[in-house]
């Protein structure tokens, strides 16, 4: 059964810190996704990562995958209010069969 | 742009009556995706469903099936409803196995 685990599932910081939040999982996959939510609202696709090695950059968040470790970072440069969000890492449970995703990460950043 | 559409943004039931929850999208796309969202506990898969009159469990079905009659459209249903099942439900759609999810803005049904 594939798992994910997200850490650290919550987070306060201060704006213009650097940060990375970590997804962990169990079994292999090439295909891990990154979504932002926003409280009171729907799930909103951030990063899309498909190869070992792979880094996507947007902004002041950038996101990489390591397949052989089986672990993704996103991490968050010069932090700014906005950013404030829960943040999930999903992982592909293979053929069409959706995603697994972790538990989140709940970020507050104060100005 | 992609839209996902859940019919009811709250929705209020009492034990043991028997819940649909509507979802249609309007992209075309081949698969379709029923979360339950709690706090703690991230986003857990009841069902899916990659192709008309086809559907399959995902991680937690237990209390729960669906129906999809239609290529856009993917209901969840409750047989009979119970205070456990007070969550927020996300329907999702996606196309190629390689595009991520598109989400609805998610029902919050509260049993009572």
């Known amino acids: 059964e594939l798992k994910v685990e997200q850490n650290p599932l919550f987070l306060s910081m201060q704006e213009g810190k650097n940060y990375t939040i970590y997804c962990n999982y169990s079994?292999?996959?090439?295909?891990l996704y990154w979504y932002r939510q926003d409280p009171g609202k729907s799930l909103e696709s951030l990063f899309v990562?498909?190869?070992?090695?792979a880094v996507k950059q947007e902004g002041r968040l950038m996101a990489s995958l390591d397949t052989k470790a089986r672990l993704s970072t996103l991490h968050i440069t010069a932090a700014v209010h906005d950013l404030s969000a829960t943040y999930f890492c999903?992982?592909?449970?293979?053929?069409?069969?959706?995603?697994?995703f972790g538990k989140g990460t709940h970020l507050i950043i104060q100005p | 742009d992609v839209k996902v559409t859940q019919s009811s943004r709250y929705l209020v039931k009492r034990t043991g009556e028997k819940v649909f929850l509507e979802c249609v999208q309007d992209?075309?796309?081949?698969?379709m995706f029923w979360y339950r969202q709690d706090p703690g506990l991230g986003l857990r898969l009841i069902y899916f469903?990659?192709?008309?009159?086809?559907?399959e469990k995902g991680d937690i079905p237990e209390g729960y099936s669906v129906s999809r009659e239609k290529k856009e459209r993917f209901s969840l249903i409750l047989e009979s409803a119970s205070t456990n099942q007070t969550s927020m439900y996300l329907c999702?759609?996606?196309?190629?196995?390689?595009?991520?999810?598109?989400f609805g803005n998610g029902t919050r049904l509260t049993v009572t």
């Open positions: 079994t292999t996959s090439d295909r």
């Open positions: 999702a759609s996606s196309t190629l196995v390689i595009s991520p999810l598109h």
């Open positions: 990562l498909l190869s070992n090695g």
């Open positions: 999903a992982v592909d449970r293979g053929g069409a069969d959706g995603l697994t």
């Open positions: 469903s990659y192709d008309v009159k086809m559907k």
């Open positions: 992209m075309d796309h081949e698969n």
